[in-house]
């Protein structure tokens, strides 16, 4: 599937401007915060290929569920349209992957099971590469134990447990741990 990425635009969200870039079937690239609106920028259009434009509809659509979401509501990606030019093996991933709502996690080892591929590696290493972080849900893929794994966006594991938190999932919390009770807080100690 050939992406012909025909545009992109950078939104401002809760978390700061993210990018977003689609062709004529659907998004090919989300691209979360990065220092600045113009790294964003940056960012962005070298992905997708394209040219810096107004969004149709669907994606003016994609970026208010996208704004939502960042805001800290509840929701289902699942009927965005991408259009992404990855192997079969990765669209059968994210596919699955898909299918992990708001609120829920899975495992790398666990995710692997389910489209019959034994090597939680070969999924994280997957998940590294997904390009529609957020409405594919990389950031709800945990590594082994149920502890926080890697992630690949900007900001790395830091960003992935935000967004765990923005979904009410707080991963490993002890007394020593730090919790994020929102997105622009700074890190605290739990308190009971």
């Known amino acids: 599937m050939s992406q012909n990425a025909n545009g992109y635009c950078v939104f401002d969200t809760a978390i700061g401007p993210c990018g977003i870039s689609w062709s004529a079937r659907g998004i090919t690239h989300v691209q979360l915060p990065e220092k600045d609106r113009p790294a964003t920028e940056q960012h962005i259009a070298k992905r997708s290929h394209g040219t810096p434009q107004t969004p149709p509809p669907q994606v003016e659509r994609a970026i208010a569920e996208m704004n939502r979401y960042l805001a800290g509501e509840p929701v289902d990606f699942s009927g965005v349209s991408v259009d992404l030019e990855v192997s079969e093996f990765h669209q059968k991933l994210y596919a699955a992957l898909r299918k992990v709502a708001w609120g829920k996690t899975t495992t790398y080892g666990a995710l692997g099971k389910t489209i019959g591929v034994d090597d939680a590696r070969d999924i994280g290493q997957a998940m590294g590469k997904n390009p529609v972080p957020v409405i594919i849900p990389c950031h ?3 590594a082994a134990g149920n502890k926080i794994g890697g992630f690949s966006a ?3 594991i830091m960003t992935k447990e935000k ?3 923005l979904e009410g999932v ?3 919390v002890t ?3 730090p919790v994020f009770p929102g997105l622009f807080e700074a890190p605290q100690r739990a308190t009971r």
Do not use: M
């Open 154 to 156: 900007p900001g790395g």
């Open 163 to 165: 967004l765990l938190t």
């Open 170 to 172: 707080q991963i490993g």
């Open 140 to 142: 709800r893929v945990l």
């Open 175 to 177: 007394d020593d741990a």
